[in-house]
């Protein structure tokens, strides 16, 4: 579970009514969705008299279909059975230069027409070990499996369809518009193969769905068997329209990584006026948002699906959310439509049209972790020292990590290592603070698990931790283990879950589970794990859930998606940062035990480092909420006395541009100054998480990107441009800057106060504001928060 950073860098529906519209154009430079127009707050009567001139509709004419979201419109020819996408505009900005088909994919026949085989046993000598195959590489027993299972299946030569070309394969299409819901318009284009072989009674449905207020088009597939044969389906594409082809600035907007690219990413202009963010809900590594062209649909590399007789396929949806308007030049950076439509409307697309998790969990912060120092050796006494210190802190989560549980595996609790571990989740409680527990999806063959769900794990075996083997997904035992999670929440009172270990990955060809062959298993295990943090949810709303990027996929590990935003509480994205811990050889012993092994100046070196970090990969997310992100994590230990005041202010102010999440250390290292300090700085963020949800804001348009050489700084300001405006300098930059902020309004006034020096700046307007006014002065690698208040008239 170590990864150093600098290592890991080589890799590279409530629908919005009238007043939530409104609550977005309440920023000086803001874009509006159904404009795509960035404008002044002094224009705003005369802009959303403009937006009501536009629609949002899908119509019918003749033999074409005009689906309009505001300023972004698509056509859809019908051209006799075939479909084809021959105009798509932002604004009056054409993007096509052609007609582009609108789905491709692949279905082939089975020869031998049977269920495929699967395994009911494994050598356990063979099992693949999991550790063994961090970094992406499957063991030879996957690919030598996946053999035999496609020559015993036989599948015939692949019919290949496109939807400009469905003659010979369809001959029934029926355009279907409705509205589901409030503000809801979709469009159903059902394609049946009445007559025609050998795809008879094979139907096909391309569902897209708009949302009023937003410029966004929503798209997927559902395929329905009701033949007697069986099919496999593959080579999947949901939008085959190569959009990077004119629109070739292209920009990640959550990270391209090692083993998995972005989930949402956008293309623009040249001149960066107009484009469009595209976004996929297919989840890990099973998805394709290619890199320069913008094609979208599911990997060749991992995804397949079995369709028995009977059987469908739905599909996860892919977007995308149109932007437009003038890049404006302001003192400190430019803001361009891109900025301010991720910071505001995208964001609203997600919350309100997509779903958030997280909107509906509990956010604790600041979170205690024990892993970084006591690890896989935490025991309740270590615990029971540390779980006052924690709470002197002012934590809000104390995370018990892996070691809990015997064998480290399993949700039963170590009995030498935890003889009363009822009376020691008490003390967290009586402390003030909330349990979480780590757990893993590996049991040993005498867990309770297995005892109830004999057949739970998955084929090919994979094994961890010598005796632990992976549990599958893509089974029964996903409810088995929402149930069980649910369990400890009664019994121990956790209501935080840290869900890790890389399984399904591996895939699962076990008789009885829901995998047909082991590359459907992978999108199958996915799709059971999110089912799964669902289930939670639903059994117990108290429970806040947070995925691994180790269970989502592996290591190093994979970046935070749409698809696990919907699902999953929160998500730890990698790799894991240790930076400030002091020597890594030394890393999950106490600091008592090598701190004099270690360099104060290297520590504290590492300690501004880690911050710097944390802040890199946290912007790396920003097309996603960020207070769904957990990165790991703020050093809470001092190690040769290297942890100031003020690299603590830096860990807070750093960890800020999403939320505080998550502190692991070694507890009993910190002196006195250490915990007043931190209860000092968590006490404050807990008033102004109180009063300005802050943790749920983020506002980086029109100011300069992270640095830290110079100056830099974002906004964490609500829907009422109240809040916290967070400033970090670096190694250099002057010694005074200029602090403008472009998120206020400018017929507003507003109080300041810069919280760390606790001083009152004065009341601005908000032109003044947005003009730079505030003179802020930082030492190198200083830093500190501009509380923002506004003064009712």
């Known amino acids: 579970m170590i990864l150093e950073y600098e290592y890991y860098k080589k890799f590279k529906v409530k629908i919005m009514d009238v007043k939530q519209v409104l609550r977005y154009l309440s920023c000086y430079f803001v874009t509006i969705a159904i404009l795509g127009v960035s404008f002044a707050c002094k224009n705003q009567k005369e802009d959303a008299s403009e937006s009501a001139k536009l629609k949002w509709s899908i119509e019918e004419q003749g033999s074409t279909i005009l689906i309009q979201a505001g300023n972004f419109k698509q056509k859809i020819l019908l051209d006799g059975i075939n479909i084809s996408t021959t105009s798509v505009k932002i604004g009056a900005n054409e993007i ?146 190569p959009v990077g082809e004119t629109l070739n600035k292209v920009i990640p907007l959550t990270p391209d990584d090692e083993a998995v690219g972005a989930s949402v990413r956008s293309f623009s202009s040249d001149d960066e006026l107009y484009g469009l963010i595209l976004g996929s809900e297919i989840p890990s590594a099973t998805r394709l948002l290619d890199i320069e062209t913008g094609v979208m649909g599911y990997s060749n590399q991992y995804f397949e699906w079995i369709l028995e007789p009977g059987g469908s396929f739905t599909s996860e949806p892919i977007s995308l959310y149109s932007f437009e308007g003038p890049i404006l030049e302001n003192i400190s950076a430019k803001s361009k439509p891109l900025d301010r439509c991720v910071e505001n409307q995208y964001q609203a697309f997600l919350s309100d049209c997509i779903g958030v998790m997280a909107d509906k969990a509990k956010l604790y912060a600041p979170r205690f972790c024990t892993w970084s120092n006591y690890g896989q050796f935490i025991t309740e006494a270590i615990s029971r020292k540390i779980i006052p210190i924690a709470a002197q802190c002012g934590f809000e989560l104390f995370l018990i990590d892996d070691g809990w549980q015997k064998d480290r595996l399993g949700t039963e609790p170590h009995k030498t290592k935890f003889p009363d571990f009822d009376g020691m989740c008490n003390l967290v409680q009586e402390s003030g603070m909330t349990l979480g527990l780590w757990v893993s999806c590996y049991r040993t063959r005498d867990s309770k698990d297995l005892k109830v769900i004999p057949n739970a794990m998955s084929m090919p075996l994979v094994k961890r931790l010598n005796d632990g083997f992976g549990m599958s997904f893509a089974s029964h035992w996903r409810n088995y283990y929402a149930q069980d999670l649910v369990y400890l929440r009664d019994r121990y009172q956790s209501k935080y879950f840290k869900q890790d270990f890389t399984n399904i990955k591996f895939g699962d060809l076990a008789i009885g589970h829901e995998s047909r062959s082991l590359k459907e298993s992978y999108l199958k295990g996915l799709r059971g794990l999110l089912l799964s943090q669902k289930r939670i949810s639903e059994l117990s709303p108290d429970i806040s859930t947070l995925l691994t990027h180790e269970i989502y996929w592996g290591t190093p590990g994979v970046p935070c998606d749409l698809a696990a935003m919907k699902y999953g509480g929160f998500y730890h994205i990698p790799p894991n940062d240790y930076s400030g811990l002091g020597p890594t050889k030394y890393l999950k012993k106490l600091v008592a035990e090598y701190d004099s092994l270690a360099n104060k100046a290297e520590v504290t070196k590492d300690l501004i480092r880690g911050c710097w970090n944390a802040r890199q990969r946290y912007y790396e997310h920003r097309g996603l909420p960020m207070h769904i992100i957990e990165y790991y994590g703020a050093a809470s230990a001092n190690v040769q006395k290297a942890l100031t005041p003020e690299i603590q202010d830096r860990q807070v102010c750093s960890f800020l541009m999403g939320a505080p999440t998550v502190y692991a250390g070694d507890l009993l290292s910190l002196t006195q100054e250490n915990i007043q300090h931190y209860r000092k700085r968590f006490d404050m963020l807990r008033h102004l998480q109180e009063k300005y949800d802050i943790y749920r804001n983020f506002q980086y348009s029109g100011v300069p990107e992270p640095t830290d050489e110079d100056w830099h700084w974002w906004g964490k300001l609500n829907e009422n441009q109240e809040g916290v405006v967070v400033v970090i300098r670096g190694s250099g930059g002057n010694d005074q800057q200029k602090i403008n902020i472009p998120w206020v309004r400018e017929d507003c006034k507003y109080s300041m106060k810069q919280l760390f020096a606790n001083k009152e700046l004065g009341v601005f307007s908000g032109q003044e504001l947005q003009e730079g006014k505030i003179l802020l002065s930082l030492p190198p690698y200083g830093q500190d928060m501009l509380q923002v208040s506004k003064v009712e008239k």
């Open 96 to 241: 096509l230069n052609k007609a582009y088909p609108e789905i491709n994919l692949a279905l082939s026949q089975s020869k031998n027409n049977k269920k495929p085989e699967l395994i009911s046993d494994f050598d356990e000598s063979q099992a693949i070990k999991s550790q063994e195959t961090f970094g992406g590489k499957d063991k030879l027993i996957i690919k030598e499996l996946q053999a035999n299972y496609e020559d015993s299946q036989q599948w015939k030569e692949a019919i290949l369809l496109s939807s400009r070309n469905w003659e010979g394969k369809f001959d029934k299409v029926v355009p279907v518009i409705s509205k589901p819901g409030k503000g809801v318009t979709r469009l159903a284009l059902r394609f049946r193969s009445i007559h025609q072989q050998p795809l008879k009674d094979i139907s096909l449905a391309v569902i897209y769905e708009i949302y009023e207020g937003h410029s966004a088009i929503r798209k997927w597939v559902e395929l329905v068997n009701n033949s007697p044969n069986w099919f496999k389906l593959d080579q999947v594409v949901l939008s085959p329209i």
